[in-house]
């Protein structure tokens, strides 16, 4: 029920300190922007004062049960009673205030309001250096790379949404990598997502930090990778094949047909080309399998390479090409004996023989995972028919 037009959600654990005056701000924002509106102060077990001082300001405070700050705001916007949602943090970081700012794009249409604290100004240590200049920076270009969102500070406390995108999300992170969640899912559901400049001041609390640096960098990088297959396999993947199938076509082609030229080029490349070729070829295989798992396990999320994989695999035909492939290696294989111990091929020159047998060897094991990679996406896409 959206009674209301805003509702300000603050994720707020043992934070007596500063709370009273985020309450206080976030109150002031609302009446600023001329919305109606209410202030929800999100707690999963606090042991301070937070509670009663939130309430007695005039918030409304949500219990939430279990542990995290993902937990605590997914259960004060479902408690939310506005059609838009402003997030912010309670140490004091964020100016709740300027939730007019937010609403301001969320009214024009915008699903998703990112805070850009790098556009908004970051007070002197507000931010660790190692932070500010490495974990967000990296964070966001990973964002960007996968998800192309466009957005320029991914880890911003402070955020807008509409009551309908966070229906339509459907977040389940229970952690900080909420955050992250938000950004992934919006970008595949192909939400509008905007930005705002947003301060942010040195937090006035007491207490260490919720935040686990490397742990929950990670667990953001995690997130990430985890939602794009395609970028965590079929790209590194496609890379290696094509670096791989380069050196080899390179190699093989001088050998046929122009033996004399760049004579640097020798049997390590080959052996090289190999390398990545068969590195690339186990990626690409698990990648299949990844992104028809994820397709299965999220498919309103998901994007036209897992959707066409899902369309077009077929247990039979993954089988029959990498039997062929398979096949054609071996027979390839077959000179080597034939041509020893019988007298019914010819010996090849030396270099011609090492490329053969390269690509003799690149058949059978592109086919034989073939082969494998085919029966575990079976296993997959079979099971829901
Ligand atoms: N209710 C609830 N709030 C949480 C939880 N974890 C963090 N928060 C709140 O989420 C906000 C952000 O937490 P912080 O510890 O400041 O994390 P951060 O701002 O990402 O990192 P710092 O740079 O260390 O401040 C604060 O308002 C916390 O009180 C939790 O488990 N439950
Ligand atoms: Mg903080």
């Not at 949602?85 to 024009?108: H, K, N, T």
């Not at 490349?269 to 698990?286: E, K, N, P, R």
Request: charged residues 20%; hydrophobic residues 50%.
């Amino acid at each position: 029920m959206a009674d209301l037009e805003l509702s300000v959600v603050i994720p707020a654990l043992d934070e007596e300190k500063t709370i009273a005056d985020c309450v206080r701000a976030a109150l002031a924002g609302i009446a600023a922007s001329g919305a109606t509106g209410e202030v929800i102060v999100a707690d999963n077990g606090s042991r301070d004062r937070t509670r009663e001082t939130a309430a007695a300001l005039g918030a409304r405070v949500v219990p939430v049960d279990g542990r995290g700050y993902g937990r605590a705001l997914r259960g004060g916007f479902c408690a939310a009673r506005g059609r838009f949602l402003v997030m912010g943090d309670a140490d004091g970081s964020y100016d709740l205030a300027l939730s007019p700012r937010f609403l301001e794009r969320l009214r024009a249409g915008a699903d998703l309001v990112m805070g850009n604290r790098y556009r908004g100004g970051i007070a002197p240590g507000a931010m660790p250096a190692l932070n500010r200049w490495l974990g967000t920076p990296v964070l966001t270009g990973i964002m960007n790379l996968l998800f192309s969102t466009g957005i320029g500070d991914v880890n911003c406390g402070m955020r807008g949404l509409s009551r309908d995108a966070f229906q339509r999300l459907g977040l389940k992170a229970d952690g900080m990598e909420f955050a992250t969640e938000m950004v992934v899912k919006a970008s595949l559901l192909g939400l509008r997502v905007d930005e705002v400049p947003c301060p942010l001041a040195r937090d006035r609390r007491d207490r260490p930090p919720h935040l686990r640096r490397w742990r929950d960098g990670w667990r953001h990088l995690r997130f990430m990778l985890l939602f794009s297959p395609t970028g965590t396999f079929l790209a590194p993947g496609a890379a290696l094949c094509a670096l791989g199938a380069a050196a080899l076509a390179a190699v093989t082609a001088r050998d046929a047909f122009w033996p004399a030229a760049a004579p640097w080029l020798g049997s390590r490349h080959a052996l090289t080309g190999l390398l990545f070729w068969l590195t690339g070829t186990s990626v690409l295989g698990l990648g299949a399998v990844a992104q028809e798992a994820d397709y299965q396990d999220r498919f309103d999320y998901a994007r036209p390479t897992a959707r066409f994989l899902h369309e077009t695999f077929r247990l039979e035909r993954g089988l029959v090409l990498g039997a062929s492939l398979t096949l054609l290696g071996l027979l390839a294989l077959a000179y080597f004996p034939l041509s020893y111990y019988t007298t019914l091929l010819p010996r090849g020159a030396d270099a011609l023989r090492l490329d053969l047998a390269v690509a003799a060897i690149a058949a059978t094991l592109t086919g034989v995972q073939c082969v494998f990679a085919s029966f575990a996406l079976g296993l997959l896409t079979l099971r829901v028919k």
